[in-house]
């Protein structure tokens, strides 16, 4: 069973190759006892607020009764609670989760989980039977962030028993997934973005450790001004500050020899 939500769907071509993706890899997991293979990325970094964005991709492939995936999990927003969503973000190795790990649910992490956290996890558990599992966190260069996931009915115990080939086995796979289905599901990241040549000025300017006020001296504009066109620059880069606006755009070969 594939369930798949995109904004950046292509057509019937790419949901097959997302499809067969899955496929093969809920297949590889299976040896570790897991009973389903599941994706979900943003390509949009975290706000400068600490909120989470909204997953743009979600696939899964399954054994077990996962509808709740698409129709719960997006449509009720679970995924600004889900405790592995946000763990993701701090770190780039395999987490261990399960609803057997209360209070915590994600394994090796100090911070007790929420009472709306609890909830989710029961519901999923409930509807669904998955109480385990391992995620794969997923980082691009741009801020994009996401995991892989790999769930199982099984007690944890049970699962991570195999422990590190475990989790060294599914991490390379797990990459090799994102690389592979990347394009297909519009998550490439391409240089189409075009700024002004006052945003790239200023961005050049920050890129040289420049303050807002020494851009605003050096290109005879006011100190507002320059913000401004960091905020639009920002906006067209699709990150959350300036320093991410620096980063992108010079990974986008944007800023030349400026930088």
């Given amino acids: 069973m594939l369930t798949l939500r995109s ?15 899955l496929v093969a890899l809920d297949e590889q997991s299976s040896e570790f006892g897991f009973e389903s293979a599941g994706y979900m990325f943003t390509p949009r970094p975290p706000h ?7 997953p743009t991709s979600i696939a899964m492939h399954s054994r077990l009764k996962l509808d709740w995936w698409k129709d719960v999990y997006l449509n009720q927003e679970m995924w600004r609670i889900d405790p592995v969503y946000r763990a993701t973000l701090t770190t780039t190795l395999p987490l261990w989760w399960s609803y057997d790990a209360r209070p915590r ?10 009472a709306q956290q609890l909830h989710m996890f029961q519901y999923c558990f409930k509807n669904t039977g998955v109480r385990s599992g391992l995620s794969v966190p ?7 962030f996401g995991y892989i996931v790999f769930a199982s009915r099984a007690p944890l115990d049970e699962l991570s028993s195999s422990g590190k080939l475990c989790e060294d086995s599914l991490l390379a ?13 519009g998550l490439l990241e391409t240089s189409e973005v075009k700024l002004s040549s006052r ?4 961005l050049s ?17 006011s100190r507002s001004t320059v913000r401004f066109h960091l905020r639009n620059a920002c906006t067209r880069l699709g990150v959350s500050n300036r320093m991410q606006a620096v980063t992108r755009a010079a990974y986008l070969g944007l800023l030349g020899p400026t930088f």
């Fill in 138 to 144: 997923m980082h691009t260069a741009f801020g994009g």
């Fill in 105 to 114: 649910l994600v394994v090796g992490f100090e911070q007790n989980a929420t």
């Fill in 173 to 185: 796979i797990a990459h090799r997934f994102h690389h592979d289905v990347a394009p297909s599901l």
């Fill in 205 to 221: 300017l920050a890129a040289l450790g420049k303050t807002l006020d020494e851009s605003a001296q050096i290109l005879s504009l």
């Fill in 7 to 21: 904004e950046n769907q292509a057509g019937g071509r790419h949901e097959r190759i997302v499809q067969d993706a």
């Fill in 199 to 202: 945003e790239l000025d200023c």
């Fill in 48 to 54: 400068l607020c600490g909120s989470l964005p909204r």
